[in-house]
């Protein structure tokens, strides 16, 4: 049973810093590009970063560039999102995902597995 499950998000001031965490089982984790997303109330899902299998491609959203960064580590089957100098529009619904494709990765059709999502809000 492949499960995805997201941790660490929370409430936090503007300015602050985040670390989500999302826990993968049920497949080859090291086999799949992942990847990160959040939707904001009323809004639709929105890409925010990704990374393939190795970690050594990265892509990011340019309106979180220089502030958020993307790691996994294939020994644990794991993906973290590092977030800093967080502003009140980063508020929303977190998601991981998984790809078994390396490529469109900022688009959420690409993905074959999803979390639950862990909420992030970021007061001003």
Known sequence: QVQLVESGGGLVQAGGSLRLSCAASGFTFSDYAMGWFRQAPGKEREFVCALNWNGLNTYYADSVKGRFTISRDNAKSA???????????????????????????????????????TQVTVSS
């Open 79 to 117: 993906v973290y999102l590092d977030m800093n100098s967080l502003e009140p529009e980063d508020t929303g619904v977190y998601f991981c995902a998984a790809s078994e494709r390396p490529y469109g990765l900022q688009n959420f059709r690409q993905y074959d597995y999803w979390g639950q999502g």
